[in-house]
């Protein structure tokens, strides 16, 4: 049985880790475009209420394409977090998760996108 001596795994994680979260976040970049290809756009705008009880909320207002622009992927940070994600909403779009439940587009994404997620994390 062979012994490896002088292991230190932690010279490794510098050089595997960066290189493993790029191409984690290519791979959740084409989980992304597929989403926004996906995504439901409105075709209504308009400004926030002016008058009723949430005249003034930023959160009222409309705009046509708002869910489509909010899909992003983020990477989180810290030294434990090594974890890229792909969000859809934001303030001003609360209601994606309504949209992915009544028309899904996130979920749609992923599953058809499995093969491209495997090919970049591979061969990137």
């Not at 005249?55 to 974890?83: E, F, M, P």
Request: with cysteine; net charge positive; glycine share 4%.
């Amino acid at each position: 049985m062979a012994k490896v001596a002088f292991w230190n795994p932690k010279i490794a994680d510098d050089i595997i880790f960066p290189k493993a979260m790029k191409r984690l976040e290519k791979a959740a970049e084409v989980v992304a475009e597929k989403a926004r290809s996906r995504c439901p756009v409105g075709t209504v705008s308009r400004p926030m209420y002016k008058t009723g009880r949430y005249a003034g909320q930023y959160w009222t207002a409309r705009d046509a394409g708002q869910l489509k622009k909010s899909i992003r992927v983020v990477k989180l940070r810290g030294s434990k977090a090594r974890n890229v994600r792909v969000y859809a909403g934001h303030k001003k779009a609360f209601y994606a998760q309504i949209v992915e439940f009544y028309t899904p587009f996130m979920r749609p994404a992923v599953n058809s996108s499995k093969r491209q997620i495997k090919w970049v994390l591979e061969n990137d």
